[in-house]
C-alpha cells in the first residue's frame, strides 16, 4: 500500500515535470517567434525609415540646388544691371546697348599728340613743288593717345586764304598722302597759285587752327613749301627779259658809248700828264 502511494506520488512529480517543461518550450518558442516579428517589423520600419530620409534628403538637395541655381542666377542678373562682377581691367561703357561708347582717361599732364614729317624732311633748306607733278607727303605720329576717327591734310596758301585739299578722312594708319596737282588743277574752281604754302594735319572732327587736349592730336602746320607753275618754251632769239630795263643795244649806240669812253680816257691821260710837269 505505501509501495502504491510512493510510486503514485512518483508518476505526479515525473507528470508534472514534464508538463512544466512542455510549457517552457512553448513559451521559449512564442518568445522566439515574437522576438523574430518584432526584428522583422524592426528592418522594415527601418528600411521604411531610410527611404524616407533618403527621399527628404534627396528633395532637400534637389530644393537647394534650384533654389541655389535661382540665386545664382538672381545674382548674375543683378551683377548685369548693376556693372558689378564685370571683367577686371575692362572699359567701363556708358549709354544704352545700341549707343554705348567707350571713356579713355589721360593724364592731363601728358602732352597732345604730335606729327612728325618724313617726306619731304624739315632739313631740306627749300621744297618747291611744281604744278603737273605728283607730291608725296609723309609723316608719324607722335605721344598720341586718344586716335581720332579721320585725318585731313590740306595746303594753305596766304594769298587768297584758302585751303587746298590733299587728302580727307584718312585712317590714323593711312600716315602718306600723295597730291596730283595736275588733276587737281584741270579742275579745281579755285586753281593754284604760284605762292608759298603750309601744310596743315589735323583732326577732321576739329579745325587746323584749334588747340589740342593732353593725349589728342594736335594740327600740324610746320612744314613750308613754294608751288609754281612751268612757262611754255621760247625760242631764244624770241625771248624777251621781263626783269631788265631795256632791250640790247643798237650798232650807232654802241659806237657812241664806245667813243665816249675813249674821249674820257684820253683827257683823263692828258690831265695826268700836264699836272706832272
Avoid at 533654389?67 to 548674375?76: G, K, L, Q, R
Avoid at 619731304?120 to 586718344?146: C, H, M, N, Q, R
Avoid at 597730291?179 to 572732327?205: E, F, K, M, R
Avoid at 608751288?227 to 625771248?239: A, F, G, H, I
Amino acid at each position: 500500500m505505501k509501495l502504491s502511494i510512493i510510486l503514485f506520488f512518483c508518476c505526479c512529480l515525473a507528470s508534472s515535470v514534464v508538463y512544466a517543461q512542455d510549457s517552457v518550450g512553448h513559451h521559449d518558442l512564442a518568445a522566439r517567434d515574437g522576438l523574430r516579428q518584432r526584428e522583422v517589423s524592426s528592418s522594415s520600419a527601418a528600411s521604411s525609415s531610410s527611404n524616407t530620409v533618403a527621399s527628404s534628403r534627396s528633395s532637400i538637395t534637389s530644393n537647394f540646388k534650384s533654389s541655389t541655381s535661382a540665386s545664382v542666377s538672381a545674382t548674375d542678373a543683378s551683377s548685369i544691371a548693376s556693372g558689378i562682377g564685370s571683367a577686371i581691367g575692362s572699359v567701363s561703357t556708358t549709354g544704352s546697348a545700341s549707343t554705348s561708347s567707350a571713356t579713355i582717361s589721360v593724364d592731363p599732364r601728358s602732352p597732345p599728340g604730335g606729327v612728325s614729317m618724313l617726306t619731304p624732311a624739315l632739313t631740306a633748306s627749300e621744297t618747291y613743288i611744281k604744278v603737273g607733278d605728283y607730291a608725296t607727303f609723309s609723316w608719324t605720329y607722335t605721344s598720341l593717345i586718344v586716335s581720332p576717327s579721320a585725318v585731313n591734310v590740306e595746303a594753305y596758301c596766304s594769298l587768297n586764304n584758302y585751303y587746298y585739299p590733299i587728302a580727307d578722312n584718312l585712317t590714323i594708319n593711312d600716315t602718306q598722302a600723295v597730291w596730283n596737282t595736275s588733276g587737281y588743277q584741270a579742275t579745281a574752281t579755285i586753281p593754284l597759285l604760284v605762292a608759298q604754302y603750309t601744310l596743315h594735319i589735323y583732326d577732321a572732327a576739329s579745325n587746323p587752327t584749334a588747340v589740342a587736349s593732353p593725349g589728342y592730336l594736335s594740327a600740324y602746320n610746320n612744314l613750308y613749301f613754294g608751288v609754281y607753275t612751268p612757262q611754255p618754251y621760247t625760242p631764244l632769239n624770241n625771248y624777251q627779259c621781263a626783269t631788265c630795263s631795256s632791250a640790247s643795244y643798237s650798232l650807232v649806240e654802241r659806237n657812241v658809248l664806245r667813243g665816249t669812253l675813249a674821249m674820257t680816257l684820253i683827257a683823263c691821260i692828258f690831265t695826268v700828264v700836264f699836272m706832272m710837269r
